[in-house]
Nanobody, 122 residues
Framework: VQLQAFGGGLVQAGGSLRLSCAAS????????MGWFRQAPGKEREFVAA????????YYADSVKGRFTISRDNAKNTVYLQMNSLKPEDTAVYYC????????????????WGQGTQVTVSS
């Protein structure tokens, strides 16, 4: 199983980025998909998740209204559209696949991608 995240980069505050995470060798449509982030010196934290069916989404309070998670099961890909970015959004962003359990809990996820760096300058 491989999850490959890409789309990170350097952006000014107020700008936008779209992250993508492509899954391979995984029955993608069976998995809930999540995004987490980890800033330097901090623990990895939940950002957003979407149920396997695409019908339910979950967001951290810190990104609600600014970030949107979506998925395309035909392309085995999950996206994170990030708007109105803030310097505090700077982190390495990881995608992850969850078969069952809590979308908020890191330990419940079955597979992780390698991460993509997002840097927001003030």
């Amino acid at each position: 199983v491989q999850l490959q995240a890409f789309g990170g980069g350097l952006v000014q505050a107020g700008g936008s980025l779209r992250l993508s995470c492509a899954a391979s060798r995984l029955t993608f449509s069976r998995y809930n998909m999540g995004w987490f982030r980890q800033a330097p010196g901090k623990e990895r934290e939940f950002v957003a998740a979407m149920a396997w069916s695409g019908g339910t989404t979950y967001y951290a309070d810190s990104v609600k209204g600014r970030f949107t998670i979506s998925r395309d099961n035909a392309k085995n890909t999950v996206y994170l559209q990030m708007n109105s970015l803030k310097p505090e959004d700077t982190a390495v962003y990881y995608c992850a696949a969850l078969l069952s359990g809590s979308v908020y809990r890191l330990a419940d996820y079955n597979y992780w991608g390698q991460g993509t760096q997002v840097t927001v300058s003030s």
